[in-house]
């Protein structure tokens, strides 16, 4: 029924993402990015970032308090597998519910402020979500432990079909699938694509150039009459939303939520991710989300033995100086790494990878052909 | 009444530090049209000042005594500081003044961080959006959070204040209520002596000398003091350098506080931004007084009477009432018009 609105290119895309995503576990392999739990985390923090990017990519409105989605998210399915069943979709339904409400109480508030004073508001609401989720709420969030399953949980609806797990710590299931390994990976691509198409969507629908011409500028539109506010709002609350499936995925992966969710490092995180890859564009934050967890992933596990063996090659003193220097940069220090790519990205390439991709292919483009003889890569022609 | 008067002595020291750091971004803020997200950090390299003084003091020297032996037989080791070996009883009072002792460290080092800072990175991005401002400097802080906390560990660090000032101040019997009734630690109404102090200092500066002056008519109109044929940009950087002195020196100073750790900085940034947008951006004298008003507000919130009929109050106050001033005085308490609209 959409198909004939949607153009060829854009169908293209979908199938290859689909494909991509789909095959995921093959194509990741030879990088040593093929087991369930890592692609999980690609596809999680995919549709995290996905959602970020409609609200930043589009509008320009910079949150800082996008963690706070992801953290109520990630209760709020922790808490229906408590209450209600261990299927997912309940938890997920209820997940991306939770962050919708949220995000419309708090983009109600910060939205009255524009460029600087919302990040500043945005953040304050996440702040203030984290002190609350410590302290006062300890009943609800249980505080520093994290909210966790028990065995005496109520689990209505599970009772009510009759179905009893034992004297075990049950795990999410969807009709009887564990969604733990692969199956839990390709429950989260599923979700991950088809957030990706209503992203997608939203890029090309009128309402998203809407929220395109509040980025480009917010005054004209004040001026022709617009009243731009209900398209941001609508934007913070789709891209609550986002946040909360994804806290919600979080939880089907590995049902537990903490507090740490909602600080402002991870809020700085999905905005790194968003940018890595490309604000503004469809794919880039997927592939943002997926090389930032990748490197992490790979960083972390570094220490101290692997790095001797790769300056292994130097002499003596150079290679204890290089692996007391590299040793900053991993296994503990990966969040140095994390700001100095931040720092990095910002600064020589705001519009992320896709940007890079797009120059290098302009510049291949505009090689003339007669340009040299044989036409060497890098004989570019300087500006 | 005694004890509103102790809760509002509460909020004095924490609120001269929103105060100072709130004054330094709202300076770089006005004259730099930068949001500083590494102004936290500052606050945070300036306590590591602190403790860096006092782990530099603590150098001991180890001399072996023959002629005691330790319960185990082996001969017992002497270690005293080396300050002690070579000044004395001057460097016994200097070990026990280790936090005011570097703020004269914290000085120098805070203005070349701060002029490094403004020189090596934030300059290039006075033309590009604000939300790379934010971003590059949210990196800049992850980094140097980063950095310390590969150097010190992530454990907080505590700095004993000086022993005289370990006491207590019996503020009750000075108005005349009861002994006992509103006493204060003594070091916390120094730090909150010591901030008002820098906050007079920077007022003074900007207020009676002539850089201050061209300071003051760079914020209002930057592009016609620069056709006046003045250096605007150096002076800015000297700013610059100088917002970083203040956010260090409310840091070293609150070490005795606070233990400092490395994530210290982004808590205090936080609240402090804040406190800027409730006292109205680009105005100094609305941060310092949003400062030390929210700070006494949140003392009043954690008071176990007020904690009784609103749980959790004191968590939240900062936030409620930023919500409560963005709603009724969208532009902040004392803020001007046109800064930050465009």
Known sequence: MFANSISKKDLLLLAVFTAAVLAGPIILKPIGAGYPDLLQKFAIYGIFALGFNILFGLTGYLSFGHAAFLGVGSYTAVWTFKLLSMNPVPAIIFATLMGGLFSALIGFISLRRSGIYFSILTLAFAQMCYNLAYSVLTPITNGETGLQLAQSDPRALDVAFGRDYGAVLPSSDLFGIEMTGYPGFYFCAVMLILCFFISMRIYRSPFGM???????NQNRLNFTGIHTRPYALTAFVISGMYAGLAGGLLAVTDPLAGAERMQWTASGEVVLMTILGGA????????????????ENIFSAFNEGILNNIFDFLPDALQHIAVSVSSMFVGEGWHLTLGALFMVIVIFLPGGLMEGVSRINNLIRRQPPDGGPGGAPHAAPAE | MDAILLQILNGLDKG????????????IFGTLGVVNFAHGALFMLGAFCAVAV???????????????????????????????????????????????????LAIPIMLIIGIAMERGLIRYFYKRPHAEQILVTFGLAIVLQEIVKSYFGANPIPQPAPDMANGMIDFGILVGFDAGNVVYPAWRFIYFLFSTAVIAAVFAFLQFTTFGMVVRAGMADRETVGLLGIDIDRRFTIVFGMAAVVAGLAGTMYTPILSPDYHMGMDFLVLSFVVVVVGGMGSLGGAVSAGFLLGILQSFASMNEVKAILPGIDQIIIYLIAVVVLLVRPRGLMGRRGVMEQ
Do not use: C
């Not at chain 2, 001269?16 to 300076?27: E, K, R, S, V």
């Open chain 1, 280 to 295: 503004g564009t469809l794919l880039g934050p997927v592939i943002g989300a997926g090389a930032i967890k990748y490197f």
């Open chain 2, 16 to 27: 001269g530090a929103y105060a100072l750091i709130a004054l330094g971004l709202t300076i």
């Open chain 2, 54 to 104: 006092k782990a530099v003091l603590n150098i001991q020297m180890v001399t072996i005594d023959p002629t005691k032996m330790t319960p185990w037989g082996a001969p017992m080791e002497i270690r005293q500081p080396y300050v002690e070996v070579w000044f004395g009883d001057f460097g016994t009072t200097l070990l026990d003044f280790s936090v005011p002792v570097s703020i004269l």
């Open chain 1, 210 to 216: 809407m929220l395109r011409a509040v980025k480009s």
